[in-house]
C-alpha cells in the first residue's frame, strides 16, 4: 500500500485537537460495570422533560421526514421573534447554541485575531478558536470564579476580534451583574477594525438566572449594540437537549452573514416543531424552574452537612470542591457506584466536580454515595 500520512494534510491548528469526550450512554455504562441502577447527572439536562406539547409536535410531524426540512426555519424563527419582540432577521438558529459558537468562529475568526476569553469558561469557545487558527487570550476569573469582566476589558488591543462572556458560566454556575455588562459593553476598546470586537453573550441558562434581578436582560441592548450576539438553547430549561436545538439574537447585519454561511438544514423537522410548542408552554419552564431552586438547595444543603465548599449557582448544576482530592478519582468513584457527575480537568479545575440537579431521587443517591466514596 502507498504510504498516506494524514497529519501532513490536516490544518496545523486541527493537528492538536483532542476528540470532545463527552458522557458515555447510560447503557454502556451498565453493561461495563455490570450496574442494574445508573444516574446522568453530568450534562445539564432537564430531568423533568420537555413540554408534552414538544413531544406531541415531534411525533406528529413523523410522517413528513421524507421531506427536507424548512432550510430557513421559518416558523421557528417567526415564533422566536414574536416571543422577543424582534423582527425574524435578528434570529439565529442552529443545531444547538454549539452551533452557532462555531459558525460564529468560521465566520469571524482568522490567524491574526485574538479572542478573549475567561479562564474556566465554557470550554467550546476555546475549541472554536483553535480551530481558526485564531489567539485565545485567556483573563483569570475573579474570586469566587466569576467572570472577571474589568480584567477582560484589559485584555483587549487593536487585534481583539471577540469577547465571550457566558452569563451564567459553566461550570462554575455565577453570573455578571447588568451594571457590570453594560459597564463592559460601553467602555469596550476599539480594535484595528476601528469598531468595538464581538461580543458574545452566552445565555444557555438564561431561564434559570433571571430570577436573580440583577442580571442583565440583554436583548435590550441589541440595539444601541450591533457588535452584540447573544445565545441561548433549548437544550436547557427546555429540556430537548436531544434534538439540538439553539438560537440567538443578533443585528441584522451580522444575522445576515452567520444565515449566509450556516448550513442549510441545520434544524432537523423534529427540532423545529419541538422549539416552536415549546416557546408556547411557560408552564413547562415554570415548573423546571422551580423543582431546580428546590433541589438546588437540597443538594446544597447536604454538601454543607458533608463540609463541602461549592460555589453558589443560578444555573441547573453546582460544582464543588473535593480538594485535596482530585475530581477525576472522585468522578471515577460515584461512577463505580453507578453516578455520573463531571471532573472538571479540562477546565483547569482539577479539584473540583460538577454534578446536575435531578430528581429528588437522583440528588438523594447522589448526595449519600458522594458520603460514601469520601469515607464521611
Ligand atoms: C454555557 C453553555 N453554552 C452552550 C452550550 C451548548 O448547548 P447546546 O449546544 O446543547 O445548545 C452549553 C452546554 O452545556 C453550555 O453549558
Redesign the pocket.
Known sequence: MEKFDVCKLVRKNCLAFEPYVAGKPIETLKRELGLKHIIKIA??ENPLGPSKKAIKAMKDVIKKVYFYPDFNSTDLKVTIANKFKLTPKNILVGA???ELIEIIGKLFFTSSDEIVISKHA?I?YKMAVQLMASKSVVVSMKDGLTHDLNAMLKACNKNTKAVFI?NP??PTGTYNTAKEIENFLQKLPKNKYGMKPLVII?E?YYEYASFKKDYPQTLKYLSKNPNLII?R?F?KIYAL?GA?I?YGFASQQVADYIERIRPPFNLNVFAQVAGVASLKDNNQVKRSFTHIRKEMKFVCDGLKKLKIDYIDSVGNFVLFSVAPLNGSDIFKKLLAEGVIVRAMGEYDLNNYVRVTIGTRAENQLFLNKLKKVLGK
Open positions: 450534562s445539564n444547538g447554541s454549539d465554557f467550546r457566558a458560566n459553566n452566552d444557555a445565545l438553547t437544550s437537549a439540538r439553539g
